[in-house]
């Protein structure tokens, strides 16, 4: 078991899509949740080589400067044929120019990149997500991490969810994350595994 979050906590991101689901998978725990960019909280430089190592270094940024409990995600999509890559690189791959983030371009360049590997070349992909929580001040960091198994496909399919969602179908169903109602992937998601984790550790 570890501490108690209290009854505000800190999401350390910037990314909206993963704000709305943290904040949905927090909501039944009476949690009022601040948004990064809410408190103005700068985006730290991602140096880490795992999800792990930046979800922390995102959470202990967070809480050494709100001086409140700070929750960070850190996500991507590891694609078998592409040897784990985009992975802990996601967010970079959907760069645009002006630093704008575009995922259709994204999605392409994954799925030409697979698609340069052969016609046989297996389509197995799947997300992993990192939560970190960090304490303000005595530099407590606990994390948890969560997986969802899959497969690409081509083209993508549905306008729910971010990121990369329509390219990817989970193992065991016929809709992919960006056809799925949100609470039907907070069921199985990546992000939901690993808030099951945290949630049964913390008071
Ligand atoms: P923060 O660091 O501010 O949290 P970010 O978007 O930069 O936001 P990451 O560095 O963790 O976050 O990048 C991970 C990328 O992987 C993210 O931008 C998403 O597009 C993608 N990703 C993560 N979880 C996903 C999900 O559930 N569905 C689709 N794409 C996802």
């Known amino acids: ?18 704000l709305r689901e943290i904040s949905a998978l927090l909501e039944p725990f009476g949690i009022a949740c601040t948004g990064a960019a809410e ?6 430089e991602e140096t880490g080589v795992t999800f792990i190592d930046n979800a922390e270094l995102k959470a ?14 850190d996500s ?7 040897g784990g890559m985009p992975g802990v690189f996601s ?7 002006e630093g704008n983030r575009d995922f259709a371009l994204a999605m392409e360049r994954v799925w030409e990149q697979v698609e340069a590997c052969g016609p046989q070349v297996s389509r197995d992909a799947h ?7 960090a304490w303000p001040n005595d530099g407590q960091t606990e994390s948890f991490e ?11 399919r549905g306008g729910q969810g971010f990121g990369y969602d329509p390219m990817f179908l989970p193992e065991g169903h016929e809709q992919t994350f960006g056809e799925m109602d949100p609470d039907a992937k907070h069921a199985i998601s990546h992000r939901a595994r690993a808030f099951r984790k945290l949630v049964a550790e913390l008071e």
């Open 60 to 73: 202990r940024t967070a809480a050494d400067l709100s001086g409140l409990p700070a929750l960070a995600d």
């Open 127 to 133: 997300f992993v997500c990192a939560l970190a929580i």
């Open 1 to 18: 078991m570890i501490r108690r979050v209290g009854e505000r906590l800190v999401i350390a991101t910037h990314n909206e899509g993963k």
């Open 76 to 82: 991507g999509l590891c694609v078998e044929a592409l």
């Open 146 to 156: 969560g997986r969802v198994d899959g497969q690409l496909v081509w083209p993508p």
């Open 91 to 97: 967010a970079r791959w959907a760069e645009a120019r």
């Open 39 to 44: 408190l103005d909280l700068p985006e730290p």
